[in-house]
């Protein structure tokens, strides 16, 4: 059974820190790029980093030189190490295989910048 649990949201002041993580099961977590995503209220979801079964990363121009995406196949697990925070960067964190097909969506984690 594939399952995509995110976690390590939070309440943070403009100017903070966070780490999420995802972890994935049900898959063959090393041989996929997988992709950290987001979606604000009243927006459609957007990707904002994502990385290759290589380690090649690639970030969004809205989170480029903030945001940090990196994995660790040992333990099936993504991670997105988020410094500078805004409060644009307030919505609800996903990841999920970029490649398709895409893989049942997790419950997310809720991030919230307060300014």
């Known amino acids: 059974q594939v399952q995509l649990v995110e976690s390590g949201g939070g309440l943070v002041q403009a100017g903070g820190s966070l780490r999420l993580s995802c972890a994935a099961s049900g898959i063959s977590f090393s041989i996929n790029t997988m992709g950290w995503y987001r979606q604000a209220p009243g927006k459609q979801r957007e990707m904002v980093a994502r990385?290759?079964?290589?380690?090649?990363?690639y970030s969004a121009d809205s989170v480029k030189g903030r945001f940090t995406i990196s994995r660790d196949n040992a333990k099936n697990t993504v991670y997105l190490q988020m410094n500078n925070l805004k409060p644009e960067d307030t919505a609800v964190y996903y990841c999920?295989?970029?490649?398709?097909?895409?893989?049942?969506w997790g419950q997310g984690t809720q991030v919230t910048v307060s300014s």
């Open positions: 999920n295989r970029y490649t398709p097909p895409t893989l049942p």
């Open positions: 990385i290759g079964s290589g380690g090649t990363t």
